[in-house]
């Protein structure tokens, strides 16, 4: 597939509308809101998922093998494994709603920043925290 998009990136979708500076700060923010983030909780993060192979169609091709059941009915992959492209099953650490992170590995959903799985206060709070801990075991 060609890249569409030179330096504008996520934000081609907007087009010419918004103003330069308006689409760099969303640009920013939605770069970081798609990113993948590693769960705090299980350690999981994003995996690699298969290419079809040559000549294989979703939904048909080889009957009974896993690149048949890779594809559901609508086209939408059901099972991943190695290859080339992430598989959406196997991203873990998901943002649901502002502020609002769940992994689907072990199924915790936790708050967080509203663009982002963690805040810079939030780790900041973390650190001081742990140190305080260990102060108090010595």
Request: glycine residues 14%; charged residues 25%; contains cysteine.
């Amino acid at each position: 597939m060609a890249k569409r998009t030179k330096k504008v990136g996520i934000v081609g979708k907007y087009g010419t509308r918004y103003g330069a500076s308006l689409r760099k700060m969303v640009k920013k923010i939605e770069i970081s809101q798609h990113a993948k983030y590693t769960c705090s909780f299980c350690g999981k993060t994003a995996r690699w998922a298969p290419t079809l192979p040559a000549g294989t169609a979703p939904g048909g091709g080889r009957a009974g093998s896993a690149w048949s059941l890779a594809w559901g009915r609508r086209g939408e992959r059901l099972w991943c494994g190695g290859g080339e492209s992430l598989c959406p099953l196997q991203t873990k650490m998901k943002r649901r709603a502002v502020g609002i992170w769940h992994c689907g590995s072990c199924m915790k959903t936790v708050a967080g920043g509203a663009w982002t799985y963690n805040t810079t206060s939030a780790v900041t709070v973390k650190s001081a925290i742990r140190r305080l801990k260990e102060l108090k075991d010595q």
